[in-house]
């Protein structure tokens, strides 16, 4: 059986740092794979550019999401995952510094599946990250990957 992947999406060098430190102190072993941008989740959620040929029914377990991201941000990913018939279902946690509200509706409104704010303090940062972790990872049974049929 394959090892379920967490695709962390941050394109800021110390909160991917804390993040991966954050899940291996909670011992989450998973593979991390990181995109710094959201064209670079794209192309890992559909397989293409530097991701073409990966097996697209080894889906994440989870995609953590920052909003703020250089070429296409957060917002316009959530937006293209949902809107795709082979990755509707994929489970995704924004993961942010933002507070704002506008930000929580609109997250919700193009269909995250959760909102967590990155807390500044590292203890604090740590257990928000081994609670997601813990949820995503243990506790919830994520929906089966579509397949689409080939035909011929």
């Known amino acids: 059986m394959e090892t379920k992947v967490i695709l962390l999406v ?37 397989a293409r550019g530097d991701h073409a040929g990966r097996d697209m029914t080894n889906v994440p377990e989870v995609v953590l999401l920052d909003l703020k991201l250089p ?12 809107s795709n018939e082979l990755t509707r279902r994929q489970p995704i946690v924004i993961f942010t510094s933002s507070d704002e509200e506008e930000d929580r509706i609109r997250g919700y409104d193009l269909g995250v599946n959760s909102f967590v704010r990155k807390p500044v303090d590292f203890d ?24 689409k049929e080939i035909d011929g």
């Open 124 to 147: 604090q940062f740590t257990e928000a990250t081994r609670q997601i972790g813990l949820y995503w990872l243990l506790t919830n049974m994520t929906a089966p990957p579509v397949v």
């Open 71 to 82: 070429r296409m941000d957060g917002f316009e990913v959530l937006a293209a995952v949902r």
């Open 10 to 46: 941050e394109d800021n060098p110390r909160d991917e740092a804390l993040t991966i430190r954050a899940l291996r102190k909670c011992n989450i072993s998973n593979e991390i794979v990181v995109a710094r941008d959201g064209v670079e989740a794209l192309d890992y959620l559909f």
